[in-house]
């Protein structure tokens, strides 16, 4: 059995071999054919010897054949969708419930995945999507009952679906801010940013954000504005635009937080600051 030391290949976001797989036993619930394992643990602590820090963390996914855009670039804190960089894509689908732990000796005796590795831009995202699970602020309960009651979250999810991986984020800021109860009579003022990704073509991303933001202003528009008296009613949308990644402000980023596309209770599952990930 080989040695575990400080200069051991595996680093954070490597895939295991196949072989690997195999060795330690890890296999896809549903999918065991397609199996794929990803390193979790942070490059920190795999240089730590067995006796710091004895387990390697690791995610158990499969293979895709395509991505949901609603699982990409960490938006949905259960669910992630990334592709690994091969001669040609590998796709996976990797869920933050399937994480265990493999004694670094067993490990020892294999190197990562040599021919699939991801891109920077999916290391970060990959390390968001981890962050989430233990990082994340609340949207009010209100805000959520009223967005929920009008079926909004439903259409944006609709909405963001088919831009794939053009839309990182979903940002919302709202009204005196998330710590203040807002009254039954009071509205929530509502300003959305859609996050689009400068590459590889920002242009088209930026075609397909500013499509995307057009299909959920009219949703707000549809349930929420009285066209008789024009006024809005329980939340008025006042804001959404589409920018760049390349462009984002560090005081916005601080100000507006991740609409999360998981489909449970904000309350239950609260959001994520941007810049915490």
């Not at 699982?71 to 804190?77: D, G, L, R, V």
């Not at 053009?166 to 009204?175: E, P, T, W």
């Not at 039954?184 to 400068?198: G, Q, T």
């Amino acid at each position: 059995m080989a040695e575990w030391t400080r200069k051991t290949p595996w680093r954070q976001g490597r895939l295991l071999t196949q072989e690997a797989i195999k060795a330690t036993g890890l296999s896809h619930p549903q999918n065991p054919d397609d199996t794929m394992v990803i390193v979790a643990s942070h490059d920190c602590d795999l240089t730590q010897t067995p006796d710091r820090e004895p387990y390697v963390e690791v995610i158990v996914g499969h293979q895709i054949s395509e991505v949901d855009g609603n699982n990409t670039y960490a938006k949905n804190p259960r669910t992630l969708h990334i592709e690994f960089q091969n001669d040609k894509s590998i796709l996976c689908e990797f869920f933050i419930t399937e994480k265990r732990s493999i004694p670094k000796e067993v490990l020892a005796d294999f190197v990562p995945h040599s021919d699939a590795s991801l891109a920077p831009a999916d290391l970060y995202a990959f390390q968001c999507w981890l962050a989430a699970r233990y990082s994340r602020s609340a949207f009010p309960d209100e805000f959520e009952r009223r967005l929920n009651e009008a079926n909004l979250t439903e259409k944006i999810v609709k909405a963001v679906k088919p831009s794939s991986s053009a839309i990182k984020a979903i940002l919302f800021d709202i009204s005196g801010g998330p710590e203040i109860a807002q009254g039954l009579d009071d509205i929530y003022l509502l300003d959305i940013i859609l996050l689009y990704a400068s590459e590889p073509d920002a242009l088209h991303a930026e075609v397909i954000a500013k499509k995307v933001a057009n299909k959920i202003k009219d949703a707000f528009s549809a349930k929420l504005f009285d066209k008789k008296s024009g006024n809005w009613r329980s939340i008025e949308l006042r804001y959404i635009d589409a920018i760049s990644d390349e462009v984002m402000t560090v005081r916005t980023a601080e100000i507006y937080k991740k609409l999360r596309l998981d489909y449970l209770s904000l309350r239950s599952d609260p959001q994520q600051p941007v810049l915490a990930e």
